[in-house]
Structure formats: structure tokens, C-alpha cells
């Protein structure tokens, strides 16, 4: 009967949280569902770690820290602060902060050169080169697709995600 | 009426035709039954497999759009079944069991169901239902729930069973014609068999033969019917012959034997008749000896020409009934009823006028009535009678008595009387002509009367017969057959 509560108790948790999501919860698993459409044409070794680095300053607190671990296509995830664009070099998934808007062309020029999936939600981001955007449209979290920029990074991108995305640059 | 319906009464024709129809519908009927099942079976796994890859393929396809919670997405994709009339309903869930995108095709918005009881998959009812883990890298990110109308799946097997049964229908046709023209090898030669027979014993001719076909069974049964009727045939000729044969024979016989009849009895009749001439004459001549000449003779003479005269009217009453008999012989028969009683009291009249005075008592059953020639009965039994008068004149008293017993068949007149009687033992002898069981001394007779009496009971188809034992009296049986008395 305790058990039955319990579980009664767990579902109502989970449904509510189900429902009520926080913006930052929808993109932090959006980041997640990205590694799964998106390819590294020349992955450094098979089975090697896929390492998200966030730059700047974390928007999502603690919500990545689920992702650490998990696997994708896969590749492990990692997760990595790192405190400047020269340390990020081992990074796959860049991560801008909404503070580093005005280092863009250097740090997409960066993450080109390292075949790096570059993820922000500043506005415009796929226009100043940047691979994919986050886009709110009303309440509903969406993102657009540099192509270009994803290509010229070396990166694959599953035509279904392109789909999906509200705008894809070619 | 009913009976002839039974299926005793069928032809031959008629049941093999059954037999052959019966067993082929039921193989047609087997067949087309089986065709569908298997038809069913078939176009089911198809149906189930095309939604299958159709399912598949929308899963895959949804993968990402259920990752990205995109409904704009999802309701595209899946609104591309609207191209498949018989989709019903499409779910698509999250992960978590959520309904992320539906699809209802026929106005009536039913709910997707509620994941958390598992729902009923495959055909059930007039549904396909299938539920379809939507993958992705192996990882489960929702669930596929589709449900399809079967009335394609319906439609198909409904054509299917009209166009298998019109296609058995025409074979059973077919069979029916083919069958209808095999059967007659095997019924034809059994309906020529039979009808042969029943001709051969209606007709009784025995030169019907029946054509043998081929050396089956019926061929032998065909060519062994027809020996035996030809040694029936034959046979029957060789009895046709032999009766000829015989009947020529008889007839040969009865004229011969009645030539000889007729000669006898003419040569008996002119016998007794030219015997009567001289006869009379000796009598005559006899009788004026005596009268003329009488007193010349001596006592002797006298005597002996006394015997002359009386062995001539012995005589005379011989030829007498020798006529008689030879009369009662070839008269021809004048039938009518008679009433006996009647006719014996007269001859019994006459018999007490003409004899000895001795007492006599006579008892005559009345009303005995007969059917016949009555000059020949009342020869009959005036004899009957004069022998009972003569063999109780030398009793103190006399005493006859006339019954009659009538059988459904038969009827018999018994004349009982109380003289000598005679020993059985030549009861043989009795009613042949000249036979006497007496001598003239103790009784005069010709050995002619009983001899004249069974002629007469035997032209009336009778019989008759006696019993007696010595000095007991005699009794006479006269049986006269029924088939005279109408």
C-alpha cells in the first residue's frame, strides 16, 4: 500500500514536472537531442568522448550536469567550463553565452577551424556564423540552422533536424 | 405417393448422378472453403505487413520531431495517411506516454488510448491495431499507435468468395455434363439388363437378347444373362415339343380308345338286340309246345321244357340289362334338379305292388334334391332299391331307410337296408358287370344292376361305395359332386 502511494506520489511528480517545463530544461535536452542528429566528419577516435563546453557564462545552473555521462551515437558526453576560447580546443559542443555576443566572428572562426558545433540563444547567432541557434517563438522553444557554417565545420547535419528547424541557412 | 419419392424408388441414373455430385460438390466446396481461408490468411499477413512498413517508416520519420517535441512536424508527417482510406486513428506519444500528435479520420474523435494499460494489438473486431516503439540509436523515444479499417481486408475476401464459388459453381456445371454423359456407361447397360428381363417375363420371349458393352463386370453379367435365356430358350422349345408331342399322343389315344368305345358299344347293342330275336322265338315256340302240345309230353318233358322257358326270360332279362347299361353308357345327359325324395317314393310304390306281402317299413329323408339326368338316376337308383327289396325277402321284416348328408363340396344319399348283406371282401367285384356275390339259387340277378348304377354316378361325376358285413344289412353311398349340382 506504501509502495503504491509512493509511486502515485512519484507519477504526480514527474507529470507535473513534465508539464511545467522550464525554458532552460527544454534547451538543455534540446542540446542533448542535437548530438544525436548531427555527425563529426573526422572524429578524433572512435568511441571518444563527445565534450560540451559552455563559454561564458552558464544559463543553464545545473541542469547540464545530467547530460555528463550520457551517451550519444555512441560517444560518451563530457561537460567542460572553460574559462577562454584558447582552452576550449578539445571541446566538440561550444556553448556561447549570451555575454560573449560581441567575440562572435572570433570564436566561429575558432570553432570552424576545430570542427566545433557552436549552440547559442543570442539572438542572430546564425547569421554571424554560428551553427545553431536557439529561437523562442511565443512559448515554444525552436532553433535555426546555420548549414554553411555547420559544413564549412566539417559537421553533419541529419536532414530530419533540418526539418525541424524554423530557419536553415544554405 | 410419398413413397415414390423415397430413394428406393430412384433409377439407377439418378443415384450415380447423386453419388457422382455429391462427392464432387463436396471437394468444390472443400476446395473454395480452403481458398479463402488461405486466401484470408494471406491477404491478411500482407495487410499486416504493408502497415507494418507504413508504421516503420512514420516511426523512423517521427523520431526527431518527437525528440523536439515539434507537433507542427509531427501532425505532417502523420497527416500524410490521409493518402491510406482505411487508417482510422493514429497516436503518436512521447516518452513518456503523452499524446503528441493524433490523427482521426472518420469524424468520430475517439481518444488515443491510455499507454498505461498495454492495448489490445492485431485484428481485433473490424480493426487492425498496431503499437510501435519509436526508436532511435536503440533508444525508445515514444510510441507509434495506429488503427486500420479491415473493410478493404472484408471487400477483397468478399470478391474473392463470390468469384472462387462462381468458378465452382461453373466446374460443378461441367462435372454435372460430364457426369451426366460418364454415368451412362454404367447405367445404360443395366437399364437394357433389366428391361430385357422384364419384357423376357412379361412377354415370355425368350429371343430378347441384350448387347454386351466391353468385358467389365456388366459386360459379363450382360453375356451371362443372355446364355441363360438361350438355354432357357431352348429348353423351353424342347418342353414345347415334348407337350406337342404329348398332346398329339393323347389325342391320337382318346380317338382310338373312343372308336373303340363306340364299336363295343354299338357291337354290345346290336348283340343284345339281335339276341332278342331269336330269343323270342325260342320263347315263343316254347310257350306253344306247351300249349299245344303239352299233354303228349310226360312228366319230363314237361319239366325240361319248363327250364327252356324259364332260362329264356332269364336270358331276356340279361340282354335287358345289357341294354340298359349300354344305354346308360352312350345316351346323351339331359341335366336338371331333381327332387329324389319324390322319385324314390314312386319307385317304392311300385316295388311293394309287385313283390311278397312282407312287412315293410321304408323311411325316405324328404326333400333330398339332386341335379342330373333323371331317366339315368332314376335307373340308378330303382336298382339301388330292387336290390335292398331283394336281399331282405327272406327277413321277417323289411326295413330301408333314405338320408342325405350335404358337404359344402359334395352331397351323399346313403341307402341303408337290414338283409344279407355281403362279406367285404369282394367289395371289389361288386359294380363289375356280371360279378355276383350270390348264386341265382339263393337270390336271382344278372350281375348287371350295380355294374349300370356306378355308370350312371360315374357320368354324373360321382362315386360311390358300400359297406356291409355278413347277414347286417348293406349300406350304399352316393356321392354326388357339387360342381353337377349348379
Redesign the interface.
Same mark, same amino acid.
Given at each position: 500500500m506504501k509502495f503504491l502511494i509512493a509511486l502515485l506520489l512519484c507519477a504526480l511528480v514527474g507529470a507535473s514536472n513534465a508539464s511545467v517545463r522550464s525554458e532552460y530544461e527544454v534547451k538543455a535536452a534540446f542540446l542533448y537531442n542535437f548530438t544525436r542528429f548531427i555527425t563529426w566528419t573526422e572524429p578524433q577516435a572512435d568511441g571518444s568522448d563527445l565534450e560540451i563546453c559552455v563559454l561564458g557564462q552558464d544559463p543553464f545552473g545545473d541542469l547540464l550536469e545530467q547530460l555528463d555521462g550520457r551517451v550519444s551515437q555512441g560517444r560518451t558526453l563530457g561537460l567542460a567550463y572553460p574559462a577562454s576560447l584558447s582552452d576550449s580546443e578539445n571541446c566538440q559542443i561550444l556553448f556561447v553565452g549570451s555575454a560573449k555576443s560581441r567575440d562572435l566572428p572570433a570564436i566561429t572562426d575558432y570553432a570552424t577551424k576545430h570542427q566545433m558545433l557552436t549552440i547559442s540563444e543570442i539572438p542572430g547567432f546564425v547569421e554571424g556564423g554560428g551553427v545553431i541557434g536557439y529561437v523562442k517563438e511565443g512559448n515554444v522553444i525552436r532553433f535555426e540552422i546555420n548549414l554553411k557554417a555547420a559544413q564549412s565545420a566539417g559537421l553533419h547535419v541529419n536532414s530530419r533536424l533540418l526539418e525541424l528547424a524554423v530557419r536553415v541557412i544554405r | 405417393m410419398m413413397e415414390r419419392w423415397r430413394w428406393q424408388y430412384w433409377p439407377l441414373k439418378t443415384k450415380l448422378l447423386l453419388l457422382t455430385l455429391s462427392i464432387s460438390t463436396l471437394g468444390i466446396l472443400l476446395v473454395c472453403t480452403s481458398l479463402v481461408v488461405v486466401e484470408n490468411q494471406n491477404y491478411q499477413e500482407q495487410l499486416e505487413s504493408e502497415l507494418h512498413v507504413i508504421a516503420d517508416i512514420l516511426a523512423e #520519420?517521427s =523520431? =526527431? =520531431?518527437l @525528440?523536439?517535441? +515539434?507537433d507542427q #512536424?509531427l501532425n505532417t508527417i502523420i497527416s500524410s495517411l490521409r493518402q491510406i482510406g482505411t487508417i482510422e486513428q493514429v497516436c503518436v506519444y512521447n516518452v513518456?506516454g #503523452?499524446v503528441m500528435s493524433a490523427l482521426n479520420e472518420s469524424g468520430n474523435a475517439r481518444a488515443c488510448p491510455n499507454l498505461a494499460v498495454p492495448p489490445e494489438v492485431g485484428f481485433v473486431g473490424d480493426f487492425y491495431r498496431l503499437l510501435k516503439p519509436v526508436t @532511435? +540509436?536503440g533508444d525508445t523515444v515514444g510510441q507509434f499507435y495506429l488503427i486500420s479499417r479491415l473493410e478493404v481486408l472484408r471487400e477483397h475476401i468478399q470478391a474473392f468468395i463470390v468469384v472462387t464459388f462462381s468458378i465452382g459453381i461453373g466446374i460443378q456445371v461441367v462435372l454435372a455434363w460430364v457426369a451426366l454423359r460418364l454415368q451412362r456407361l454404367v447405367s445404360e447397360p443395366v437399364f437394357e439388363l433389366s428391361d430385357a428381363a422384364e419384357r423376357i417375363a412379361r412377354d415370355h420371349d425368350y429371343s430378347i437378347r441384350v448387347p454386351v458393352y466391353g468385358k467389365d463386370e456388366l459386360g459379363r453379367l450382360g453375356s451371362a444373362f443372355n446364355e441363360m435365356i438361350g438355354t432357357i430358350q431352348q429348353q423351353n422349345l424342347k418342353i414345347l415339343q415334348s407337350r406337342d408331342d404329348l398332346e398329339r399322343t393323347v389325342a391320337d389315344r382318346t380317338s382310338e380308345l373312343s372308336l373303340a368305345n363306340r364299336e363295343l358299344e354299338a357291337f354290345s347293342f346290336s348283340v343284345s338286340h339281335d339276341l332278342r330275336q331269336p330269343l323270342r322265338a325260342i320263347e315263343g315256340f316254347g310257350q306253344a309246345l306247351e300249349e299245344d302240345c303239352g299233354d303228349q309230353l310226360n312228366e319230363t318233358g314237361r319239366d325240361y321244357l319248363h327250364r327252356i322257358r324259364a332260362a329264356t326270360v332269364r336270358m331276356g332279362g340279361l340282354i335287358d340289362g345289357l341294354l340298359v347299361l349300354s344305354r346308360v353308357s352312350r345316351q346323351a345327359m339331359e341335366v336338371k334338379q331333381l327332387d329324389l325324395s319324390a322319385m324314390l317314393e314312386e319307385i317304392v310304390e311300385e316295388l311293394k305292388e309287385t313283390t311278397d306281402p312282407l312287412p315293410t317299413d321304408v323311411s325316405i329323408q324328404p326333400g333330398i334334391r339332386v341335379v342330373g339326368d333323371g331317366r339315368m338316376i332314376r335307373v340308378a337308383f330303382q336298382n339301388l332299391l330292387e336290390n335292398a327289396w331283394k336281399y331282405t325277402s327272406k327277413n321277417d321284416h323289411r326295413r330301408i331307410d333314405v338320408m342325405a348328408c350335404e358337404a359344402p363340396d359334395s352331397i351323399t344319399v346313403a341307402i341303408q337296408d337290414n338283409g344279407v348283406g355281403f362279406d367285404m371282401k369282394y367289395v371289389d367285384k361288386l359294380f363289375v358287370a356280371f360279378n355276383r356275390l350270390h348264386t341265382p339259387a339263393q337270390f336271382v340277378g344278372t350281375g348287371l344292376g350295380l355294374a349300370t348304377v356306378d355308370r350312371v354316378v360315374r357320368r354324373h361325376f360321382g362315386e360311390i361305395y358300400a359297406e356291409s358285413s355278413v347277414d347286417n344289412g348293406a349300406c350304399f353311398f352316393v356321392k354326388f359332386p357339387s360342381s353337377m349340382q349348379k
Open positions: - | #520519420q =523520431a =526527431a =520531431a @525528440l523536439f517535441e +515539434d #512536424q513518456s #503523452q @532511435l +540509436d
